[in-house]
C-alpha cells in the first residue's frame, strides 16, 4: 500500500477541496426551493431545519422531491470533485472523497450562504456514500428499508444508519484492501456529526414522543 505523504503540495489540495465541497454544501435547496416556490423560508415553519422532511410537512411532495434531488446531488457531486482534484494532482494514496465529504455536510448544516442555518444532513450525506463506497451504501440500504417500515421511525433508522457506516466501511475497505485508517477516521467524524445533529430526536426517543410516519 502506497504511504501517504503528508507535504504542503498535499495540504494544499486538502484545503482547496475543503473549501470548494463547503461551499457546494452551503448551497441549501430547501431555503432556496421554500422561496422560489413558496416565497417563504421553510426555516420559520416546523422544526426550523432547512431539509426535504421540513419542506415535506410545509409545503407538500413537490417541492420536497426538488429539494431531495438539490441536497442528494451535491453530495455526489462534491466527492466526484474531491476525488477528480486528487487526481489530476496525482495523489492516488489518498482518497480524495472523504475530505469532500465531511466538508460538504458541513456545508449543508451550517451554510455560508443562508446564516449558518441548514438541515440536518441525511439526503446529503447519503449521496456522500454512495460515491465513497457504493458497496457499503448497498448494504446499510438493504438492511435498512425492511427496518424502516417495521418500526416506522426514520430519525431511529437513520441513526441506525450512521452507527453502521463506519463499521462497513472497514469491513469492506479491508475487503478490498483499503487504506482503514484514514477511513475510518473520516467515516466516524461523519458519524459523529450525524448522530449529534440528531441530538433532539434522541430525547423524543428516550421519551417515546417521537414520530411515526402514518400517524396522525
Known amino acids: ?13 486538502a484545503a482547496l477541496v475543503a473549501a470548494v465541497s463547503y461551499l457546494i454544501g452551503s448551497v441549501s435547496f ?13 426555516r420559520t415553519h416546523g422544526s426550523g431545519n432547512a431539509g426535504m422532511t421540513n419542506i415535506l410537512r410545509t409545503y407538500g411532495k413537490k417541492l420536497a ?12 457531486v462534491a466527492v466526484a470533485l474531491g476525488r477528480m482534484v486528487f487526481g489530476l494532482a496525482d495523489i492516488h494514496s489518498f482518497d480524495g472523497g472523504y475530505i469532500a465529504g465531511l466538508f460538504v455536510i458541513l456545508g449543508h448544516l451550517y451554510p455560508l ?13 447519503l449521496g456522500v456514500v454512495l460515491v465513497l463506497n457504493w458497496r457499503v451504501f448497498l448494504i446499510i440500504t438493504v438492511l435498512l428499508v425492511p427496518v424502516v417500515f417495521k418500526i416506522k ?12 457506516f463506519p463499521i462497513f466501511t472497514v469491513l469492506v475497505d479491508w475487503w478490498m484492501g483499503r487504506n482503514i485508517l484514514f477511513n475510518l477516521f473520516f467515516s466516524l467524524i461523519i458519524s459523529v456529526i450525524g448522530i449529534y445533529k440528531h441530538r433532539e430526536n434522541i430525547k423524543r426517543l428516550r421519551a417515546g414522543t417521537e414520530y411515526k410516519f402514518g400517524q396522525k
Not at 430547501?30 to 421553510?42: E, N
Not at 421511525?153 to 453502521?164: F, P
Request: without cysteine; aromatic residues 14%.
Open 113 to 125: 450562504f443562508f446564516g449558518f442555518k441548514g438541515g440536518k444532513g441525511v439526503l446529503t450525506g
Open 153 to 164: 421511525i426514520v430519525s431511529l433508522t437513520v441513526l441506525i444508519g450512521y452507527t453502521l
Open 30 to 42: 430547501a431555503v432556496i426551493v421554500s422561496r422560489i416556490g413558496a416565497q417563504d423560508d421553510v
Open 65 to 76: 422531491v426538488f429539494t431531495a434531488i438539490g441536497d442528494f446531488g451535491k453530495g455526489i
Open 1 to 13: 500500500m502506497e504511504l501517504i505523504r503528508f507535504d504542503g503540495r498535499f495540504w494544499l489540495i
